[in-house]
């Protein structure tokens, strides 16, 4: 297998030369940038003012959706209607959010704790990847109108510390936004890249290297401790904190101002436009700190005012926090701050001077600063898709699987094992469980290809993993893993971990297929993405009634003597709604339905949990 990527225009194998965009979606704020005349720049909005795209949408009326600066504009006044931080939800499930549902403006939907989270807007409910293609779609356009050609193909950054699914799921956003993205690159990865730092062909660098990347953006803290060698990135270690970043600085200011007009925190609660007015106020301040002594302005006609020096000792223990990161990241990393050759400075948060002095104070060398800290990812984003575009000498050629690989699960759908273009060797796994009592067979059909449903995927082969010992439903944990040699051969092997029962096959996935086809396959799964995901949502959506359908009617049974007569029947109608929307075709009515069934019935869950255990207390023996 060698190093391909698809011409999605004509739909034949790519020549050199084309432009592939690279793009840094972040949390706070999205870029773009594309390769110009050997050099990476990033494209600014329509007025030439701003690389920067607030990664916000806003549903305004009827159905228009707005993304950018004009939606951040709406999150004060409509902050149901306004989405924020969808990063942080990006493949998660309700379970890895719950604690900082009161972080979100906007509904964050708990319908079943495992599967992933959705955001009901208005009427309609959407994913984390649906939310994420807009702003890459707004980003693409972007790039194109600059470019005046069409752009198909992307390089996207993450977090070093994302796992598999959250990968996943922002593939899919590429998909979805209409982008081949040929590669998820680690946002520490292209910053040390958009620094020349490991990248083919340079000299200043020794043989290995050792750098850390310190990434302080609006909400998040990101340390990541990487080790080159010969252009390949290994990650020792990464650390951070989720909740912290310039936005934490804001808040500092503004808690200072409050103070200082004796003016009650409630306020900002109360009256949003005034908390808007401060918090601006507090941010523009924070921004002309990072060049100016002092700054004076005028909040609801008081006059405030903050210095330097104030502003660095209200952030002190917040730039502490961050260096305890750094010395857990050190620590996990098993080296000490002498071994690190560089540092290299990412994040809008790290124009701070006293930021910048701290880390080169607690690391014992200057920091790299030069380039401007909010491109630095995009820009290494750009340098890594030019470098797959084959316009870049000295390269290595990693060896990577054309397309994906996976299983299919419930309703026919596609779960994606192992990614296209992961870099071979390479080994994935994932748990399944059962979804019939006592079933004792499981049925694993391998199949290749991007597309949401597997009848439109290539069926490599399939077994069955017979003799599982009987249990309830959901109890079986099958354990399936798919392991790709520098060969080409797939084994896929299943194993139920609570018998040890297991089962394996071998496959050359490449066997029987001309590149060509291959990039039939691919051009097919961008056409269809939008249709794909309207089947794979509405798939999902009944599979999750059937669910909720199926313990609705057990938690009736069960708890008959704690229930009132009125609590019955509202729980008969709702689930009898729900099974109604269920055979229908709109995944938005069935989530409406779900949404309503759980509204209700959870506080009465609760309820029969408390009597349950007080039951239980009262046999038992202290
Ligand atoms: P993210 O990676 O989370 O999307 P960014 O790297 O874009 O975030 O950082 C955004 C943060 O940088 C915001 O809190 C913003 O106020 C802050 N920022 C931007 N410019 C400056 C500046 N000149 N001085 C201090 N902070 C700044
Ligand atoms: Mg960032």
Not at 422 to 433: E, L, M
Not at 448 to 457: C, F, T
Not at 461 to 470: A, D, K, N, V
Request: proline letters at 4%; a negative charge.
């Amino acid at each position: 297998m060698a190093t391909i990527s698809i011409n999605l225009k004509e739909g034949d194998i790519e020549r050199p030369g084309e432009v592939i965009a690279g793009i840094d979606l972040g949390t706070t704020n999205s870029l773009v940038a594309y390769m110009k005349d050997g050099a990476p720049v990033c494209v600014k909005d329509e007025a030439g003012k701003s690389a920067l795209l607030p990664s916000v949408l806003h549903f305004a009326s009827g159905d228009t959706i707005i993304v950018g600066e004009h939606a951040r504009e709406q999150l004060i006044k409509s902050p149901a209607d306004t989405i924020y931080s969808v990063k942080r939800l990006m493949g998660k499930s309700y379970q890895d959010v719950r604690g900082f549902e009161d972080f979100f403006g906007y509904k964050v939907i708990d319908d079943d704790t495992e599967s992933l989270v959705k955001i009901r807007v208005k009427d309609r409910f959407y994913t984390p990847v649906e939310l994420s293609a807009m702003i890459l779609k707004e980003l693409k356009e972007r790039v194109e109108n600059r470019l005046n050609q069409p752009v198909t193909k992307a390089v996207i950054t993450v977090p070093a510390y994302f796992n598999d699914n959250q990968r996943q799921a922002t593939r899919d956003a590429g998909k979805l936004a209409g982008l081949d993205v040929l590669r998820i690159v680690n946002e520490p990865t292209a910053a040390a890249l958009a620094y020349g730092i490991g990248r083919p062909g340079e000299q200043d660098s020794h043989e290995q290297e050792t750098i850390a990347v310190y990434d302080l953006g609006g909400g998040t803290f990101d340390i990541s401790i990487l080790q080159i060698e010969n252009g390949i990135f290994e990650v020792l270690s990464t650390n951070g904190d989720t909740f912290l970043g310039g936005d934490d600085f804001d808040q500092a200011i503004v808690n200072y101002w409050l103070e200082e007009l004796s003016i009650d925190k409630k306020l900002l609660t109360e009256e949003k436009d005034f908390g808007q007015e401060i918090r601006l106020a507090a941010e523009s301040a924070k921004k002309a700190l990072s060049s100016h002594e002092s700054y004076k302005s005028a909040i609801k006609g008081s006059a405030v005012s903050i210095t330097r020096s104030t502003f660095e000792d209200l952030i002190a223990p917040l730039v502490q926090r961050t260096l305890d990161c750094c010395r857990n990241a050190l620590r996990d990393a098993g080296i000490g701050t002498e071994k690190i050759d560089k540092v290299v400075m990412v994040g809008g948060s790290t124009r701070v001077p006293v930021v910048r002095s701290a880390v080169a104070g607690f690391f014992g060398k200057p920091v790299f600063d030069d380039l401007d800290p909010d491109e630095v990812v995009a820009l290494g984003a750009a340098i890594q898709a030019d470098i797959l575009a084959g316009n870049q000498q000295d390269l290595l050629l990693l060896d990577i699987t054309p397309l994906s690989l996976g299983i299919e699960t419930i309703g026919g759908l596609m779960d994606v094992i192992i990614p296209r273009n992961s870099k071979i060797p390479t080994k994935a796994g994932r748990q399944y469980t059962t979804s019939v009592d006592g079933q004792k067979n499981l049925k694993i059909s391998v199949f290749q290809g991007e597309r949401d449903l597997v009848e439109h995927n290539r069926k490599l082969g399939e077994f069955i993993l017979r003799g599982i010992p009987p249990m309830p439903a959901g109890l079986p944990k099958i354990d399936i893993q798919f392991i790709l040699n520098a060969d080409g051969i797939l084994t896929v092997r299943a194993r139920e971990l609570r018998s040890d029962l297991a089962q394996e096959i071998e496959i050359r996935p490449t066997y029987g297929i001309s590149e060509e086809q291959m990039a039939t396959m691919l051009l097919d799964s961008i056409k269809n993405a939008q249709s794909d995901m309207t089947v794979r949502g509405l798939l999902e959506a009944r599979n999750e009634a059937s669910n909720l359908l199926n313990s609705g009617e057990k938690f009736l049974k069960q708890n008959d003597g704690i229930l009132s007569e009125a609590e019955k029947a509202t729980t008969n109608a709702l689930l009898k709604a729900l099974h109604e929307a269920a055979k229908g075709d709109d995944k938005d009515v069935i989530h409406r339905a779900i949404d309503e069934l759980n509204d209700f019935t959870s506080p009465l869950a609760h309820r029969a949990m408390d009597v349950t255990i007080r039951d239980a207390m009262k046999g038992k023996k202290v």
